[in-house]
């Protein structure tokens, strides 16, 4: 890497930081569009690869950002322990499944898409402020832990934390918008923990041997992500406590609504391609 490819992914990784703590969302979103311009622009990676190592390496990321979020979340009290253990075995399964298996099997055109749907799907949620029933509640632990396997095997074909999953899910079942940013931020590191190990053995599997390269992930641009990540995101999440909850979701959703644009695009170039 140049000392430009250095320096804009420092600044990607401070940013990325930021969002992870203030929206719980591990960074994953923010990360792959950006991680996709820059590894096109000056990454020097096969076409077919660059959505899979931006999505790899934004992952990878995450377990390191939500650390540091999960710290700061924790000094205010405001994550639910309860979801977070319950959740954590099914996103394990999920994501060992997604990362292992399921990622490397599907196209860069393919992977884009299914990207751009969910994050736009996820934003347009978040946006329209439906109010769940009164009486609905987080399901039982076998339900809880099957939400978890979900989040987890979409996320890690998108490479994102599952913020954008289980913050509206949780909101859904009557958590407040503050307490299921700050358990989803706890939610990254399992996420991420499972999905990197997959990532890993289905590149090696793949026959992915290109310089900077661990499977899937280039451990070169994760350095740098994390230098600043981990210094911001606790940042975010002490303003998160501060700003008021509807602030919290028009920012969350338009954010979401940018990236599924540029996905779309992304998409759209692969398959004319």
Not at 109 to 137: D, I, T
Request: charged share 5%; net charge positive.
């Amino acid at each position: 890497m140049d000392v430009t490819m250095v320096i804009c992914l420092l600044i990607l990784g401070g940013v990325v930081g930021f969002a992870a703590g203030l929206l719980g969302i591990g960074g994953g979103m923010v990360l792959v569009p950006f991680l996709t311009m820059l590894f096109s622009w000056k990454g020097g990676m096969p076409a077919d690869m660059i959505v899979h190592a931006a999505i790899a390496t934004s992952m990878t990321s995450i377990l390191f950002t939500s650390v540091s979020s999960v710290r700061a979340h924790q000094k205010k009290g405001t994550i639910d322990w309860k979801i977070v253990f319950a959740m954590a075995p099914g996103i394990i399964v999920g994501g060992l499944l997604s990362g292992g298996a399921a990622f490397a099997a599907i196209s860069t055109a393919w992977l884009s898409l299914f990207f751009a749907v969910f994050v736009g799907y996820s934003g347009w949620s978040m946006l329209r402020n439906k109010k769940p029933k009164p009486s609905r509640q987080m399901p039982g632990i076998a339900g809880t832990t099957a939400a978890g396997a979900g989040i987890g095997f979409i996320s890690g074909l998108v490479g994102a934390g599952g913020g954008f999953l289980s913050v509206p899910f949780m909101v859904w079942c009557n958590v407040s918008l503050l307490a299921a940013v700050s358990t989803s931020a706890a939610l990254g590191f399992p996420i991420a923990l499972a999905n990197s190990v997959g990532y890993v053995v289905s590149g090696l599997a793949e026959g992915v041997q290109r310089p900077g390269m661990l499977g899937f992930i280039y451990w070169p641009a994760l350095l740098a992500l994390i230098c600043t990540s981990v210094l911001t995101a606790p940042v975010g999440a002490r303003l998160a406590h501060r700003l008021p909850v509807a602030t919290l979701k028009r920012v969350f959703a338009g954010l979401l609504f940018c990236l599924a644009a540029y996905m779309l695009l992304k998409a759209w170039q692969a398959f004319m391609a």
